[in-house]
């Protein structure tokens, strides 16, 4: 296993301020109440899940348990022992009837709206990568609500490409959603912009 990797704020630019650390780790069982938590609460005012239903931590407890016999990683972020943030990879697609995907991963990440703009969603991401390219995998896909202009931006500054536009394809709040795939290679690092 790697050590958790430290990752400061970046309050402007590049800018880093030494004594607000940020502690990215394995997500263990005791995480999931937070990670739960920091899920649920996008789903009343966002449409970055795709769902009006509110997980409970059964349903989180069979998704790691799950993720993690498949050998998919969880990670958290951690500011001051407070889990702030979690990303994931899963399958793609359905690598059992399809193995010819299993070198690809479909990530998942969220942050505490608290602390957004910190950099913990790219210092999730950086360590992602690393994980999947150590667990083989080639290429990682994100599955963006297309009018989150925000989510795409910041997947775009971490070497995500936009690959598809599919229109109209989920609904949520009464509304029809366009879903946009950004994909990137794990061959190279997550790097400052």
């Known amino acids: 296993m790697r050590p958790p990797t430290h990752h400061g704020r970046e309050p402007q630019g590049d800018a880093i301020d030494e004594e607000d650390r940020v502690t990215i780790r394995t997500a263990t069982p005791r995480d999931l109440v937070a990670i739960s938590a920091i899920y649920n609460a996008t789903i009343p005012t966002t449409t970055a899940a795709w769902t009006e239903q509110p997980e409970t931590l059964a349903d989180r407890q069979v998704w790691f348990a799950r ?105 949520k709040f009464g509304r029809l959603l366009d879903l946009v795939l950004m994909q990137r290679s794990t061959a190279e690092p997550v790097t400052r912009p």
């Open 67 to 171: 993720e993690e016999a498949a050998g998919h990683v969880t990670l958290v972020a951690e500011d001051d022992r407070t889990v702030v943030g979690f990303t994931g990879y899963g399958d793609f697609r359905d690598t059992a009837k399809w193995p010819g995907y299993r070198h690809v991963c479909e990530l998942t990440i969220h942050v505490a709206q608290a602390h957004w703009g910190r950099g913990i969603g790219r210092a999730l991401v950086a360590e992602l990568v690393e994980r999947a390219r150590a667990a083989g995998k080639t290429q990682i896909i994100a599955g963006i609500d297309g009018a989150n202009d925000a989510s795409i931006r910041f997947h775009a500054r971490l070497g995500f490409r936009e690959v598809a536009r599919l229109p109209e394809i989920g609904v």
